[in-house]
């Protein structure tokens, strides 16, 4: 004799159609925490690459960094300085292409084309300024080490929306406490709307380590301060002190 099946009920269905819908909705947030902490390691080993490009390049140039020197050169944009250089960009990748020899660094899987400068044309990291422009001879290492910090503690590389450069006198996007501090190019990967994607920004620093700062420990005392306050996290200016020293 054979035994009948017995077939789910309606209300059977709507408690395991209940449960999936439960578990997926814990499940997803999850999932979706480790793409994006695999795509933040991706971007911080792109920084690490970049960093180690600088390097080599300076051993090359007697220890000074790619830059275009402003104070001697007003005209030498770096486009003109740098042949096949197209934007503000060029001025470093340029330059060490022959060293890292790959274009898929330039660009961190966490950032949408949209929203840097560039769009598609556009990278997902900057340059300190303040070595692109070459000013005080900041773009040498000895330079750099005279700082209070030396060459370990000066970051000269950065996830950022502006594709190319980064400063700390960026008065666009939002204030922290009502106020700008000029670090929102780092602060915030992308621009539209103002975010950032894994809640932090990679950087790399002049002596070729990179490390990872989250967004609400990134901050400059500078510019709040009409400039009389060095102190940032991190240290972009390379007279900059960290916060306690």
Not at 206 to 227: C, E, L, T, V
């Amino acid at each position: 004799m054979e035994s009948k099946r017995k077939a789910f009920t309606l209300i059977e269905l709507l408690v395991v159609i209940a449960i999936i819908a439960i578990l997926a909705a814990i499940l997803f947030p999850v999932f979706a925490q480790a793409r994006e902490q695999a795509r933040k390691t991706a971007c911080l080993s792109n920084v690490k690459q970049l960093g180690l490009g600088f390097q080599m390049y300076a051993q090359d140039y007697d220890e000074r960094m790619p830059g275009v020197p402003f104070n001697s050169c007003p005209t030498c944009w770096p486009w003109a300085a740098w042949p096949g250089s197209l934007d503000w960009e060029g001025v470093f990748t340029v330059a060490i292409q022959p060293y890292t020899k790959n274009l898929q660094i330039l660009h961190c899987p966490s950032e949408a084309d949209n929203n840097r400068w560039d769009g598609t044309n556009g990278i997902s990291y900057c340059y300190s300024e303040y070595l692109y422009n070459a000013n005080n001879n900041y773009d040498k290492l000895s330079a750099l080490s005279n700082g209070a910090t030396g060459v370990a503690g000066v970051a000269i590389l950065s996830e950022c929306w502006s594709s190319g450069i980064f400063n700390d006198w960026e008065t666009a996007g939002p204030t922290i406490n009502g106020v700008l501090d000029g670090f929102n190019r780092i602060r915030y990967n992308q621009y539209t709307p103002w975010m950032s994607p894994h809640n932090g920004t990679n950087f790399g620093y002049a002596d070729g380590h990179a490390k990872f700062i989250p967004q609400n420990k990134i901050y400059s005392w500078r510019m709040p301060s009409g400039w009389t306050d060095p102190h940032q996290m991190p240290v972009i200016f390379p007279g900059g002190k960290e916060p306690g020293q």
